[in-house]
T-cell receptor, first 112, second 112 residues
Framework: DAKTTQPNSMESNEEEPVHLPCNHS???????IHWYRQLPSQGPEYVIH???SNVNNRMASLAIAEDRKSSTLILHRATLRDAAVYYC?????????????FGTGTQLKVEL | DSGVTQTPKHLITATGQRVTLRCSPR?????VYWYQQSLDQGLQFLIQ???????AKGNILERFSAQQFPDLHSELNLSSLELGDSALYFC???????????FGQGTRLTVV
């Protein structure tokens, strides 16, 4: 499986933008880049996904490098509720399934 | 609330025993997934079903089995339990086999 590399932790101040990086140098042409987050004591929560173009939704934006070897999840204004572990995942569709391989993720801390 | 319901929320059992974890997917979702989260292994994909049929298999032990029933709910059976099976077990569901997954709150299994 193609792997992703993320920083173990990042800190941000409330109401400031946060850029969470992810490296995936062995990504294949058909791999979608997914981001999920896991708040304390909860199950993972879908954030956003993309293939080649930058994507925006109500939660975040996803910026994908032109060579697709890296991507950045952007939270435009961090709130205390955004403190969570953020996972960057390459979706493995081999065999017709939808296997999400979670790494260790980035622990985001948001301070007042 | 993701709409995915898992029961029970907590389960304590002895080594060697067998337990069944139940998952009701979001209304309209055809695919269900099972994940295991332990402190040392992180989130591990176990298995995926789509409309009753197995679609993808991960690191699921032979002592574990799962199925998806005609009403689309799923059960994960864990037998000959060992201390190392203590973990959070998450169920997720998605509309189709390759769309974003919505996770339940998990079942915390403690084997003593």
């Amino acid at each position: 499986d193609a792997k992703t590399t993320q920083p173990n932790s990042m800190e941000s101040n409330e109401e400031e933008p946060v850029h969470l990086p992810c490296n995936h140098s062995t990504i294949s042409g058909t791999d979608y880049i997914h981001w999920y987050r896991q708040l304390p004591s909860q199950g993972p929560e879908y954030v956003i996904h993309g293939l080649t173009s930058n994507v925006n939704n109500r939660m975040a934006s996803l910026a994908i490098a032109e060579d697709r070897k890296s991507s950045t999840l952007i939270l435009h204004r961090a709130t205390l509720r955004d403190a969570a572990v953020y996972y960057c995942i390459l979706r493995d569709m081999r065999g017709g399934g939808n296997k999400l391989t979670f790494g260790t993720g980035t622990q985001l801390k948001v301070e007042l | 609330d993701s709409g995915v319901t898992q029961t029970p929320k907590h389960l304590i059992t002895a080594t060697g025993q067998r337990v069944t974890l139940r998952c009701s997917p979001r209304s309209g979702d055809l695919s269900v997934y099972w994940y295991q989260q332990s402190l040392d292994q992180g989130l591990q994909f176990l298995i995926q079903y789509y409309n009753g049929e197995e679609r993808a298999k991960g690191n699921i032990l032979e002592r574990f089995s799962a199925q998806q029933f005609p009403d689309l709910h799923s059960e994960l059976n864990l037998s000959s339990l060992e201390l190392g099976d203590s973990a959070l077990y998450f169920c997720a569901s998605s509309v189709l086999v390759d769309t974003e997954a919505f996770f339940g709150q998990g079942t915390r299994l403690t084997v003593v």
